[in-house]
């Protein structure tokens, strides 16, 4: 009875090295999101300042399209961006925008003026309203949706060449198929 004594914190605490030791084998990139294979959820976004036509759940069916959510402020963004603005020159997949949390409303359309605009239309979402339907929890995230504006995968951070080619644009080419 004493030996159980005795071994049983060092059973516990193998249990929670053994947690910890398959949590650091995680990806943190694969963010898993209730809105995988479910309808977009709906939303519509006024413009951003600047532009005359808003963003809205509509926009998205009949073409397999991505969703960006992204802002001035965020710094992976800026990493992000000029590869978005290859994708949106080669006419690779529509790409439409959400401007999400500007403290200023000029400082999205800025941003874009400086830097270009690849994307087919951008909503203004300062509330959170559009990125909380989607379930966002930071920039960038892009929501991959498909013709029936179904979400067929969510990519967190930046869109690099890299993931692009090993895995993002051949489930572009997919969707088309469907």
Not at 19 to 35: C, E, I, K, Q, T
Not at 73 to 93: D, N, S, T
Not at 162 to 172: G, H, I
Request: hydrophobic fraction near 40%.
């Amino acid at each position: 009875m004493k030996r159980l004594v005795y071994l049983l914190p060092l059973c516990i605490f193998l249990i929670i090295f053994g947690y910890f030791a398959v949590g650091l084998n995680l990806n943190p990139r694969d963010m898993p999101s209730m809105l995988i294979d479910q309808e977009v959820p709906a939303f519509d976004l006024e413009p951003i300042k600047g532009s005359t036509r808003g963003f809205s759940k509509e926009d998205l069916k009949g073409k397999v399209t991505l969703v960006n959510i992204f802002g001035s402020w965020c710094g992976a963004c800026l990493v992000e961006h000029p590869f978005l603005m290859e994708i949106r020159a080669k006419g690779l997949v529509p790409i439409y925008g959400i401007d999400w949390r500007e403290k200023n409303p000029d400082d999205g359309p800025r941003w874009l003026a400086r830097r270009g605009d690849p994307y087919t239309l951008v909503g203004d979402d300062p509330k959170s309203k559009a990125a909380i339907a989607f379930g966002v929890t930071g920039a960038p995230e892009t929501f991959f949706v498909d013709k029936r504006g179904f979400i067929r995968y969510k990519h967190v951070g930046p869109i690099t060449q890299k993931n692009w080619q090993s895995s993002l644009w051949p489930l572009v080419q997919e969707l088309r198929k469907q």
